[in-house]
């Protein structure tokens, strides 16, 4: 089966590729696709990551996550500047592409991150990435 979002898909790969979230470590970030939105629950989330039911889930709003990585400071020097446009370009893909877009914290200290919205062909697509916050 050919997916429908394929080109979307390809972008955010694009926009991520090489690009690290930044906590206490730095980690990569990986592009999240499930077909059928309406299957989709905190549930499902929980089984891709293997998490216990028990996990705790935090959300977050879409941009309020990006707040720190998209703003931009004037002790930045050039790579962090270039490093700041990357993730305003990946924030505007995402705000374009994708509608109802949630942050979603699994866990406490090693915390996977999913940001992910609804394709206009009614399928889920985003990002995951690691935060640690001790």
């Not at 690290?20 to 891709?48: G, H, I, K």
């Not at 915390?111 to 990002?127: E, R, S, V």
Request: glycine content about 2%; some cysteine.
């Amino acid at each position: 089966m050919t997916n429908p979002d394929q080109e979307l898909v390809e972008q955010l790969e694009l926009a991520t590729k090489d690009l690290l979230w930044l906590s206490e470590t730095e980690y990569p970030m990986q592009v999240v696709y499930w077909q059928d939105a309406n299957n989709f629950t905190q549930d499902t989330l929980l089984q891709q990551h293997n998490c216990s039911p028990d996990t705790k889930i935090a959300t977050k709003e879409f941009n309020a996550f990006f707040t720190v990585a998209t703003k931009s400071e004037t002790w930045h020097n050039e790579a962090e500047q270039a490093q700041v446009e990357r993730y305003q370009a990946l924030v505007n893909l995402m705000a374009e592409n994708l509608t109802n877009i949630k942050v979603y914290l699994l866990g406490e200290i090693e915390i996977a991150a999913y940001i992910l919205g609804t394709t206009q062909h009614k399928a889920i697509a985003g990002i995951t990435t690691q935060i640690v916050a001790t």
